[in-house]
């Protein structure tokens, strides 16, 4: 199975595979067990490494130090970090290209460079519990004060609450009857953690509750301008749902994994992987895989060709969408090739079967997807996407 890649991208590919394989993936069962922690000298050892190599800077602009990566070489980066389950890649904080065109120059000094160094980690609180999967229906409110504002609101899945130093918190400022976003330093007097649910995937990043009380910000908190409204958390999105490049990366695992076991194992006296039962479940992931990553790398592609942002943004619900459902079905055949033993949290295909559940629903569910993805067809028509 093939892609036609550039050498450059094959590189990248090549450094972060080797990364997952050598510094990652031998901590899995540990953090499996150990309810996703690994000891500290491992993970300041992945994050330094993680660092070292680039990978915190690659969509970062040359100007301010980084390597400004191909959204084709920062697929292909993910892709090969997404073989790992425990979320261990997520050692290391990402700032995104649309941060340097959202903030201004003291928030980039303040907060997206100290990222890109591994001093400082970002967390988003956009969720809340009444508007759910309706974004632009948030209640929080931003209400301008003097200099300041006062900010309330209840937020909720606040993924790495718990490790970050800061949130990017999303609200409505009822004086322009629009959106805006918000940095919000951890210790700001007001911010209280509510709960700290347990969820089916093992994670050293915990998705915290969080009630917002006439939390007082300076004007200088906010990000961008009046007007700007959503659009830098639909940037966010944006790049988080081609990301789902992680999700191709999981299910290339599984298949090797399952194909390995399915090779081992003597059942009636032979391998397997000779029962065709067996090969018609092999058969249909590689195939559903090989769509996803053509699909994956197109779009990566048609961002870095500048391509119109509202077609690319239905290209990335369409990936998101197939690519996270894509996942879900092999780990579920993965599981059954390895039968009990599939069933075991030591299995690589039973993590990744209660994590990749996640992604068809956190960053946009399947359904809104799906709903993203026919307004544009009615709205632009087939070639117009
Ligand atoms: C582990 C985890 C981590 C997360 N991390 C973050 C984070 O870091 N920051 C953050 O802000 N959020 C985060 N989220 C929130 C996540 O993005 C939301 O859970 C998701 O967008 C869905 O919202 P909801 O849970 O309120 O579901 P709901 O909106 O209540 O949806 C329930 C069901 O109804 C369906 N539905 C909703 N609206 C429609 C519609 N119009 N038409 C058809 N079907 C519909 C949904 O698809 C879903 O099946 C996280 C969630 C999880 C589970």
Not at 158 to 163: E, F, I, M, P
Not at 197 to 220: E, G, I, L, M, Q
Not at 330 to 339: E, S
Request: aromatic fraction near 10%; hydrophobic fraction near 40%.
């Amino acid at each position: 199975m093939k892609i036609e890649l550039s050498d450059n991208v094959l590189t990248w590919q090549a450094k972060a595979r080797d990364y997952a394989d050598e510094y990652l993936q031998p901590h899995e069962v540990e953090a499996e067990l150990n309810a996703g922690e690994l000891p500290a000298e491992i993970t300041k050892r992945n994050k330094d490494r993680a660092i070292q190599l680039g990978f915190s800077a690659i969509d970062v602009p040359e100007k301010y130090g980084g390597l400004q990566l191909s959204m084709e070489e920062q697929v292909a980066i993910w892709e090969q970090l997404g073989r790992v389950t425990n979320a261990l890649s997520w050692c290391f904080s990402e700032p995104q290209s649309w941060m340097f065109d959202a903030c201004s120059e003291k928030q980039i000094e303040r907060y997206i460079l100290p990222m890109m160094r591994g001093d400082l980690k970002d967390c988003y609180a956009i969720t809340e519990s009444g508007p759910g999967s309706d974004v632009a229906g948030l209640e929080a409110t931003a209400v301008k004060d003097g200099d300041d504002y006062i900010l309330n609101g209840e937020k909720w899945y606040v993924t790495s609450g718990n490790l970050a130093d800061f949130f990017w918190f999303q609200a409505r400022v009822p004086d322009e009857g629009d959106d805006a976003l918000f940095f919000v330093d951890k210790g700001t007097d007001g911010i209280e953690i509510t709960a700290t649910p347990t969820f089916s995937h093992t994670y050293a990043a915990h998705h915290p509750t969080y009630d917002f009380k006439n939390v007082r910000v300076a004007a200088a908190q906010r990000v961008g301008a009046p007007g700007d409204g959503l659009s830098y958390t639909h940037s966010w999105f944006r790049h988080e749902r081609l990301i789902g490049a992680r999700s191709c990366g999981a299910a290339a695992r599984l298949i090797e994994e399952a194909m390995a076991f399915a090779k081992e194992r003597i059942v009636d006296g032979a391998p397997l992987s000779e029962k065709q039962a067996i090969q018609f479940m092999l058969a249909d992931s590689v195939t559903e895989l090989w769509a996803s990553q053509l699909m994956t790398y197109e779009a990566a592609r048609a961002i870095d060709r500048g391509e119109d942002v509202k077609a690319l943004h239905s290209r990335c619900s369409m990936v998101k969408l197939y690519v996270s459902e894509m996942a879900n079905r092999v780990a579920d055949r993965a599981v059954q090739i390895f039968g009990g033993r599939g069933y075991m949290r030591e299995n690589v295909a039973e993590r990744f079967f209660r994590e990749l559940r996640v992604d068809r629903i956190w960053e946009g569910t399947s359904e809104i997807q799906r709903l993203i993805i026919a307004r544009s067809l009615i709205k632009r028509g087939l070639t117009g996407m």
